[in-house]
């Protein structure tokens, strides 16, 4: 029987037991029996006549978290009295809210945060449009933006079932960069209608993140977005899956003595983060990328291709390679998969591909081939997975881009920008860390978004005009100028201020 991993299938069952404490153990067997995973047995309230007890475990999906319940309900001596599902638990009422960063405690308070003080602010932005930067929640805000056309491996399920996606990426904006980002969920799929509500948006927001965008239109939205906004433009499907690839790709490569752009690289899935990741991959010295979709290799001589396709086999495929998956994994160093499920066989890594073979099966949910299958043939895997080493995670790439990009107060960012951004991942394992089942750090690392932070700010343009300074990477907060001295006695307290940068 399978046995559970995926915390997303967690659940606590309060029982009600007749009061003999062997049962707690004899539920925990049972579990265990069906596959189960138990992680705390709680009593919690013991009486004469019964005991209460919540067990909170793990199963592989949610058919098999009934079963379990059902096994748990069947031992004498036990009832379930009430089961919660700890995944829908932790969305109950969002997962973001807005908090005050000021104190309103008194009349005096209103006043400066709030009429009549606002309106000085508000007439100095009107005179200087560039500091909403430094005046608003603008500098450190990021619109996360979708359409529910793609998302995560669920497909085109709208923009309401999209929010709590989108709320998790705002979460994950706060946790780790610090940064005040909000789910903005459109009511359109239309790239027309997408840009120009983004456009209209634009003014309250330091960034924008599209996410979860179906291609092709998802490379229309972001290319008109760049051309009319004046903040940077970031599709993380596409470029914060390159960026984390790329990194993991180079210290693979470390590991098994070999170099980009020498390397064969075959990339199966000829999508958003298909394009993203050769074209990142080719702007950083790799020469001999084959990209293969459902039909096969793409190679310059199929007039049967699609112009996003045929785009894509005018740069790529030096030698020509055709036929299927399995035929252009011939002699291949590389192997990275952005497509679905089981389309990759463990003896076609072991027969076709050359030795001390390189496996990125990143497919979500499911991957392309069991990672632990391809372990046993190639010498190192990553996934998309967190039970697995070297997990592929976009958190790795974007709350640090997105604070180097608001720290500099970016308009753009560039391809240079992005490899920068790779590098500070790879950099980040150390020589003495570096082995094949750590290529990549974990996105708990202390190091990771700081390190991507300076990698991007290196090249942001500024845009603090006359408020002048520079970017304290990391911290969110530019300091010089001299702009609003007047406004207040105390220099040190004035906003934007600090004498002594």
Not at 335 to 363: Q, T, Y
Not at 459 to 483: C, I, N, P, Y
Request: hydrophobic fraction near 45%; include cysteine.
């Amino acid at each position: 029987m399978a046995t559970a991993t995926p915390s997303s299938y967690s659940i606590t069952v309060r029982l009600h037991t007749t009061p003999d404490h062997a049962l707690v153990g004899q539920v925990a067997t049972v579990v265990a029996e069906q596959g189960g995973i138990v992680t705390a047995i709680d009593v919690a309230d013991s009486r004469h006549d019964r005991l209460v007890v919540d067990l909170t475990c793990s199963g592989i999906d949610a058919t098999h978290t009934d079963q379990l319940v059902a096994a748990i309900d069947a031992i004498d001596g036990v009832r379930v009295h009430k089961v919660s599902d700890r995944t829908f638990l932790l969305h109950l009422g969002g997962k973001i809210e807005v908090r005050s960063k000021v104190n309103l405690r008194t009349r005096d308070d209103l006043s400066m945060a709030y009429t009549p003080g606002v309106g000085r602010v508000s007439m100095a932005i009107a005179e200087h449009p560039e500091d909403a930067r430094r005046l608003t929640i603008k500098g450190n805000t990021v619109a996360v933006v979708t359409d529910g056309s793609a998302v995560l491996g669920l497909g085109n399920i709208g923009p309401e079932a999209a929010m709590p996606v989108m709320e998790g990426k705002a979460a994950l904006f706060k946790r780790f960069a610090d940064i005040d980002a909000w789910p903005i969920c459109l009511a359109s799929q239309d790239p027309d209608e997408i840009v120009r509500a983004v456009e209209m948006i634009a003014p309250g927001f330091g960034g924008i993140n599209l996410e979860d965008i179906s291609a092709p239109k998802c490379f229309e939205i972001e290319r008109r977005l760049r051309e009319s906004l004046d903040i940077p433009v970031f599709h993380d499907d596409q470029h914060g899956t390159a960026i984390v690839v790329l990194a993991a790709l180079r210290n693979a490569l470390r590991v098994v003595g070999k170099e980009l752009p020498t390397a064969r690289i075959v990339i199966s899935g000829a999508g958003a983060a298909g394009t993203a990741i050769v074209t990142l991959l080719m702007a950083a010295g790799a020469v001999d990328v084959v990209m293969v979709d459902r039909d096969g290799a793409l190679s310059r001589g199929d007039d049967s291709l699609s112009p996003a396709h045929a785009e894509l086999a005018a740069r790529t495929n030096p030698r020509e390679v055709t036929g299927s998956l399995e035929q252009a994994l011939d002699g291949a160093d590389v192997f990275i998969g952005v497509s679905a499920p089981g389309i990759l066989r463990g003896e076609w890594i072991r027969d076709r591909m050359a030795d001390d073979a390189v496996v990125f099966p990143l497919a979500n949910p499911d991957p392309e081939i069991d990672p632990a299958e391809a372990g046993q043939y190639a010498a190192v895997v990553a996934s998309g997975r967190s039970d697995y080493p070297n997990q592929i995670n976009n958190v790795l790439a974007f709350p640090g881009v997105f604070r180097g990009l608001l720290d500099a107060g970016a308009e753009d960012i560039t391809t240079e920008m992005l490899i920068r951004a790779a590098d500070a991942i790879s950099g980040v394992v150390t020589d003495e860390e570096l082995n094949p089942s750590y290529i990549i750090p974990s996105v708990f690392h202390a190091d990771v978004t700081d390190a991507v932070a300076t990698a991007i700010a290196g090249e942001g343009k500024s845009t603090t005009g006359a408020l002048g300074g520079a970017a304290a990477v990391g911290g969110g907060h530019v300091r010089g100028g001299d702009r609003y001295r007047h406004a207040t006695p105390d220099p040190i307290e004035a906003v934007g201020t600090d004498p002594h940068a």
